[in-house]
Nanobody, 123 residues
């Protein structure tokens, strides 16, 4: 089974930037694409962004649109999440997962979750 491993989290000041990476340990032929979610303790997992493997189709939640950018490097089997203009409300553990079908923001439509990487935005 393909393993997904997230990295790039850390502590950043408000207004700062981070780039998260999600590396797939093999080719993900069975999934449509890959998505990023985030979660804070006591709350449900929240959709952030997703991208298709076969093309550059991508979409975002309203809360991050214009600040975050999802991209991929097919040669490296890696999906990135560039996060700019970070806010304290972006503090969460960020997860990547494979996507069963396109254009979905529901966590139930994603599988093979990584263990996450923690992002803390604080002064």
């Amino acid at each position: 089974q393909v393993q997904l491993v997230e990295s790039g989290g850390g502590l950043v000041l408000p207004g700062g930037s981070l780039r998260l990476s999600c590396i797939a340990s093999g080719r993900t032929f069975s999934s449509y694409g890959l998505g990023w979610f985030r979660q804070v303790p006591g709350k449900e997992r929240e959709f952030v962004a997703a991208i298709s493997w076969s093309n550059t189709d991508s979409y975002y939640s309203d809360s991050v649109k214009g600040r975050f950018t999802i991209s991929k490097d097919d040669r490296k089997n890696t999906v990135y999440l560039q996060m700019n203009s970070l806010r304290p409300t972006d503090t969460a553990r960020y997860y990547c997962a494979e996507q069963r079908r396109p254009w979905t923001t529901m966590s139930a439509d994603y599988y093979n979750w990584g263990k996450g990487t923690l992002v803390t935005v604080s002064s």
